[in-house]
């Protein structure tokens, strides 16, 4: 079955340390997108990219560093310099520029606390 | 920049009953999409309507419709002879028309979370 995977699903971080949360998709899709998911805030774009060995930032990309060497992959890195990196964090993927416009494919999420 | 606003943190009704949940926008783009998502307990979001801002008539999606009006930046979801299944955090968004030639970055809104009680 076609899909995006994300993985921890839950993660634990100490203060000062570094994590990286995995998102993989079978989808074939161009495009990939991490978001951040907060109460009260909804839906917010951390990272995108198009295609391979390029991204974006979002609106919300300060402490937090990403990757895309592989079209199936868009690893997600939080680093320490992010100051509030207890969140939900939501992958997503999609076909750019053609297939349903504005219909984003998204994983489960990694629920990342610091401790 | 686009922002939108869902001013209903949560709403709970009984089953088979009609649901509506608000949402506004405020933007300076004359063509644009809008969309519901929705995220069930389970968490993988998945989109439940769409609408064209060019096209006046409200898009309609089974039990799924919107009352969409433009002139006041609404876009409203009604859920008509709701399941229990319907439970789940709903999220209104918002794209540029541009969007679809590339990445295409939605802006969501805060969510209401809806309960379907039996």
């Known amino acids: 079955d076609g899909g995006i995977t994300q993985s921890p699903k839950y993660l634990f971080r100490k203060e000062g340390q570094n994590v990286t949360l995995s998102c993989e998709q079978n989808?074939?899709?161009?495009?990939m997108y991490w978001y951040r998911q907060d109460p009260g805030q909804g839906l917010r774009l951390i990272y995108y990219?198009?295609?391979?060995?390029?991204?974006q930032k979002g609106d919300i990309a300060e402490g937090y560093s990403v990757s895309r060497e592989k079209k199936e992959s868009f690893p997600l890195t939080v680093t320490s310099a992010q100051k509030n990196p207890t969140a939900f964090y939501l992958c997503?993927?999609?076909?750019?520029?053609?297939?349903?416009?504005?219909?984003?494919?998204f994983g489960e999420g990694s629920r990342l606390t610091v401790l | 920049a686009q922002t939108v606003t869902q001013s209903q943190p949560e709403m709970s009704v009984q089953e088979a009953e009609t649901v509506t949940l608000s949402c506004t926008y405020d933007?300076?783009?004359?063509?644009?999409?809008l969309f519901w998502y929705k995220q069930p307990p389970s968490r993988q979001m998945i989109l439940v309507i769409r609408?064209?801002?060019?096209?006046?008539q409200n898009a309609t999606e089974n039990r799924f419709s919107v009352n969409f009006q433009k002139a006041a930046k609404s876009f409203s979801l009604k859920i008509s002879d709701s399941q229990l299944g319907d439970t789940a955090m709903y999220f209104c968004?918002?794209?540029?028309?541009?969007?679809?030639?590339?990445?295409?970055?939605?802006?969501f809104g805060q969510g209401t979370r809806l309960t379907i009680n039996p």
């Open positions: 997503a993927s999609n076909l750019a520029g053609t297939g349903v416009p504005g219909e984003l494919f």
């Open positions: 989808l074939n899709h161009d495009a």
């Open positions: 990219s198009q295609i391979v060995n390029d991204f």
């Open positions: 933007t300076s783009e004359s063509n644009y999409y």
């Open positions: 609408q064209e801002a060019y096209k006046q």
């Open positions: 968004a918002f794209m540029k028309h541009e969007g679809i030639q590339g990445a295409q970055k939605l802006v």
